[in-house]
């Protein structure tokens, strides 16, 4: 059953109009909203927040204690590009989440503002609201308001550095009259709304809007539209959803990955897999900076195990894999024929085709190169232009 529903997201326009509403419609709530036939969000006794989207498109979960706000959603937004958000005054969220590349940064790993190396490769933010956890292997992180705390107070390694300079970044934004609005008008209920609390609160919203629905696959999928639709991408439509390639099995679902929560869940999709990226001991270890889910589970089965990306705007977002370690798309799809990667010199020697953690969907197949080409324009079909263009999501200082 679980897979059927997430196969029904991608049935020709009207077959998913009626499927979508019998999904939604056996969804249970998360108790923290409800979804108005508007397509607005009601929270409690806070005005509905007007997202903006189809009605084929879900509506992200908020948090009880953290409703939408337009007033919210701009604070975040200039919060989210202004550099003296980190200790040092030199480096924003935006730092590492570009939105020309779908809010990725284009690098293997990233630095952080004190010249730290970042292990994982940024992920990037389109569609985040609808997944199930956050970062690439951490079952604990469920909301935007609880995965900002680690860029910013992290140490181990340094992101943002606001590490015990909290009050001197607070007066940074007291000190400027745009911020002391912009904090009065986001949260009018607080006598002193200027607090690293209501930040995290800000960015979580602004966060939540960065929403990719208006893609060539959008139009053909959802609305019946073609016209940027090519035949080579249908073919390779098919082909990604075909059992010899296994594709859509960690990549369905609105987002095209099998980790998915939205305001009518009932409860949160989980996933975490490894592809065969390495296998460094014959046992399944991966590199010790990036050792997947088993950091946190101690379970050997859980080693080189992460989150299905998201792929909407994938052509934007690379390199690839959860430490940029594949540089094209070319090499991802090379990579999954394949059946894994045998490194056979350098520090990561092993064979990845042999982990035996590796997903049973990981298997290997042969890969023409008209498949090569039809997988790739079917891809490319999945960039949002408007999205990435959108001025409801750019800088506000340029």
């Known amino acids: 059953m679980r897979r059927l529903a997430r196969r029904?997201?991608?049935?020709?326009?009207?077959?998913?109009?009626?499927?979508?509403?019998?999904?939604?419609?056996?969804?249970?709530?998360?108790?923290?909203?409800?979804?108005?036939?508007?397509?607005?969000?009601?929270?409690?006794?806070?005005?509905?927040?007007?997202?903006?989207?189809?009605?084929?498109?879900?509506?992200?979960?908020?948090?009880?204690?953290?409703?939408?706000?337009?007033?919210?959603v701009e604070l975040g937004r200039h919060l989210f590009y202004d550099e003296r958000i980190s200790g040092n005054g030199t480096f924003a969220c935006a730092s590492c989440h570009e939105q020309a590349r779908s809010f990725s940064d284009g690098l293997v790993t990233p630095l952080g503002s004190t010249g730290d190396t970042v292990?994982?490769?940024?992920?990037?933010?389109?569609?985040?609201?609808?997944?199930?956890?956050?970062?690439?292997?951490?079952?604990?992180?469920?909301?935007?308001?609880?995965?900002?705390?680690v860029p910013m107070f992290g140490t181990a390694p340094v992101e943002l550095g606001m590490s015990d300079l909290e009050d001197e970044i607070l007066q940074r934004f007291a000190d400027d009259p745009l911020y002391q609005g912009l904090f009065a008008d986001a949260f009018p209920d607080?006598?002193?709304?200027?607090?690293?609390?209501?930040?995290?609160?800000?960015?979580?919203?602004?966060?939540?809007?960065?929403?990719?629905?208006?893609?060539?696959?959008?139009?053909?999928?959802y609305e019946g539209d073609d016209s940027e639709f090519p035949e080579a991408a249908k073919r390779g439509?098919?082909?990604?959803?075909?059992?010899?390639?296994?594709?859509?099995?960690?990549?369905?679902?609105?987002?095209?990955?099998?980790?998915?929560?939205?305001?009518?869940?009932?409860?949160?999709?989980?996933?975490?897999?490894?592809?065969?990226?390495?296998?460094?001991d014959d046992e399944g270890a991966y590199p010790a900076a990036v050792p997947g889910l088993y950091e946190q589970t101690q379970n050997p089965a859980d080693?080189?195990?992460?989150?299905?990306?998201?792929?909407?705007?994938?052509?934007?977002?690379?390199?690839?894999?959860?430490?940029?370690?594949?540089?094209?798309?070319?090499?991802?799809?090379?990579?999954?024929?394949?059946?894994?990667?045998?490194?056979e010199d350098g520090p990561?020697?092993?064979?990845?085709?042999?982990?035996?953690?590796?997903?049973?969907?990981?298997?290997?197949?042969?890969l023409s190169d008209e498949e090569k080409a039809d997988m790739l324009a079917f891809l490319k079909t999945l960039t949002d232009e408007a999205f990435v263009t959108d001025p409801r999501f750019a800088s506000p200082f340029e």
């Open 8 to 72: 029904s997201w991608f049935l020709p326009a009207p077959a998913l109009a009626s499927a979508l509403a019998l999904a939604l419609a056996a969804c249970g709530d998360d108790g923290g909203e409800t979804e108005s036939d508007s397509g607005e969000t009601d929270t409690g006794d806070a005005p509905a927040y007007d997202w903006g989207l189809p009605e084929w498109y879900p509506i992200p979960a908020v948090p009880a204690d953290n409703p939408m706000t337009a007033e919210k």
């Open 119 to 149: 292990p994982k490769n940024s992920m990037q933010l389109a569609g985040a609201a609808l997944l199930g956890t956050y970062t690439w292997s951490n079952l604990k992180l469920e909301t935007f308001e609880q995965q900002a705390l």
């Open 190 to 221: 607080d006598d002193a709304p200027l607090t690293i609390d209501n930040v995290v609160k800000a960015i979580a919203c602004f966060e939540r809007t960065l929403l990719s629905y208006r893609s060539p696959y959008d139009r053909y999928v």
């Open 237 to 280: 439509m098919a082909l990604f959803f075909d059992e010899k390639f296994e594709c859509y099995h960690c990549h369905s679902g609105i987002n095209f990955t099998t980790s998915f929560y939205s305001s009518t869940s009932g409860q949160r999709e989980i996933d975490f897999q490894n592809i065969g990226l390495y296998n460094l």
């Open 303 to 343: 080693k080189g195990k992460f989150r299905p990306p998201p792929l909407r705007n994938v052509e934007l977002t690379a390199p690839y894999m959860h430490d940029g370690s594949v540089a094209t798309l070319e090499e991802v799809l090379e990579h999954y024929a394949a059946g894994g990667r045998l490194i």
């Open 348 to 366: 990561f020697v092993g064979d990845g085709r042999v982990n035996p953690n590796k997903s049973e969907f990981v298997r290997g197949y042969e």
